[in-house]
């Protein structure tokens, strides 16, 4: 209870301190002239969110880039050293694979199972169609730490002569096949994949609510030109729909995509890295967090943020095309 009460009185000091905040700097802002406070309003508004960003984003971000260059004590300067180790390491080459692979595999799946679950629910009916994008969208409530418990027990293995949990290895051996230790086996990345069938599972009503929004937003009056034309309902739909929705396609592909870049909590609950399951989030904790190697974890997170970054540039194109479609 004492917790909760610590969170309500936070929430409570934080709301009246940023009304207070604001409050002090309308009222300075009013003492000045009134053409100087004119031009001068949107101060007070815009001030306390630029400091807020500077101290909480950019200020740790150039700190993170300086610790790069440093030792595991963030005390010596070691320059490139830490890159150098990083791209000569082959378990760090086989980091930077697996987030290739959940980059080139989860947005994909994730988009197309949103689409075609978007385009066939938008045709059952109302009622139908509620219940059926409930269903799908159920898991967007869930976190990923509970999912990930959900989905270790869908993977689990036990040994011989104890009774299975597992509901993969339940079904295998009603196949007449031995059951595995699904998340150990990485040749050919098999535990990677079934790790990303968890993201893809929590996504994926994401995917289909929006893109769903998207095609209700089509004008009938180019499918009903198409229907006229004697086209079917595949050549209406990739001809003359999808055209129609691709910004939004678009944005929710690059959304999940950079929510891929940053994935963390799975690998953490699931794998925890072992059996060459590691993505570059983990292996920042676990150098920041287990090693206390505050240059190599830099050095890390520094890899990171380049690769997102261009991500980040690329949603925010896709959103001012969405603008100008509207």
């Known amino acids: 209870m004492g917790d909760i009460f610590l969170g309500l009185f936070a929430i409570v000091i ?11 700097l309308n009222f ?25 960003v500077i101290l909480v ?13 440093m030792d595991d ?3 010596n300067w070691v320059g490139l050293k830490n890159y150098i180790d990083l791209f000569t390491d082959q378990r760090f080459l086989q980091i930077l694979l ?14 197309v199972v949103g689409t075609a679950a978007a385009a066939l629910s938008n045709q059952v009916g109302p009622k139908l169609e509620s219940i059926f994008k409930s269903l799908i969208f159920m898991p967007m409530a869930v976190s990923f730490v509970a999912a990930s418990t959900i989905w270790s027990y869908f993977y689990a293995y036990v040994p011989p002569g104890r009774p299975e949990v597992g509901v993969l290895n339940a079904v295998v051996r009603l196949l007449g096949f031995p059951p595995q230790p699904w998340l150990t086996i990485d040749q050919g990345h098999l535990n990677s994949f079934l790790l990303m069938a968890v993201i893809v599972w929590l996504q994926v009503g994401y995917a289909m609510v929006v893109i769903s929004s998207g095609i ?18 595949w050549q209406i739909f990739a001809s003359v729909i ?12 690059v959304t999940v995509l950079i929510l891929v870049m940053k994935i963390f909590d799975i690998v953490l609950a699931m794998t925890r890295g072992n059996f060459n399951t590691s993505v570059l989030a983990f292996e920042w904790y676990k150098q920041f967090f287990e090693n206390s190697n505050v240059g190599p974890a830099s ?28």
């Open 14 to 24: 934080g709301v009246a301190a940023s009304y207070g905040l604001y409050w002090l």
């Open 28 to 52: 300075i802002i009013s003492l000045l002239p009134e053409r100087l406070r004119k031009k001068s309003d949107w101060l007070a508004f815009l001030t306390p969110a630029v400091v807020l």
């Open 57 to 69: 984003l950019i200020a740790p971000l150039f700190q993170t880039i300086g610790w790069s260059f």
């Open 73 to 75: 004590g963030a005390k």
């Open 98 to 111: 697996n987030n290739f692979l959940w980059v080139l595999v989860v947005p994909a799946i994730t988009v």
């Open 216 to 233: 209700k937003a089509v004008p009938e009056e180019t499918i009903e030109a198409a229907q006229l034309d004697g086209a079917n309902p």
């Open 242 to 253: 999808l055209p129609q929705v691709w910004g939004t396609v678009m944005s929710v592909f």
């Open 299 to 326: 050095a890390v997170v520094t890899v990171l943020v380049i690769l997102i970054v261009p991500l980040m540039w690329l949603q925010i194109q896709t959103v001012r095309q969405q603008e100008l479609l509207r």
